[in-house]
């Protein structure tokens, strides 16, 4: 069974900086890619963060980010800790949200995705 928990998140004054951790359980982040997703009320579930599977020979370890996040956050990964992180720094008001990671598996066509419980991310102003 997979599972994600993500932590790290809280209340932070802008200009902070946080890191989200995101523990997996039942599948091998070295090898899937993972996003970061972040969901603000009223809003959308949006994309902030990738990073590819697989190893640097094969292209894994790529990272892509959302404008609004470029520069400000980075995407890493420990495959020792089966753990994926978002270091997020020059926080902003409008950065607060839900956070949450994801990752996916392919059986022939069709795609499962798995997410975690979310951890929120607070900016005061």
């Known amino acids: 069974q997979v599972q994600l928990v993500e932590s790290g998140g809280g209340l932070v004054q802008a200009g902070g900086s946080l890191r989200l951790s995101c523990v997996a359980s039942?599948?091998?982040?070295?090898?899937?890619?993972v996003e970061w997703y972040r969901q603000a009320p009223g809003k959308q579930r949006e994309v902030v963060a990738t990073?590819?599977?697989?190893?640097?020979?094969?292209?894994?370890?790529?990272?892509n980010y959302s404008d609004s996040v470029k520069d400000r956050f980075t995407i890493s990964r420990d495959n020792a800790k089966n753990t994926v992180y978002l270091q997020m720094k020059s926080l902003k008001p409008d950065d607060s949200a839900v956070y949450y990671c994801?990752?996916?598996?392919?059986?022939?066509?069709?795609?499962?995705?798995?997410w975690g419980q979310g951890t929120q991310v607070t900016v005061s102003s």
């Open positions: 994801n990752t996916w598996t392919w059986l022939g066509s069709r795609r499962t995705d798995y």
């Open positions: 039942g599948i091998s982040f070295s090898l899937n890619a």
């Open positions: 990073i590819t599977g697989g190893t640097l020979f094969r292209g894994g370890g790529n990272t």
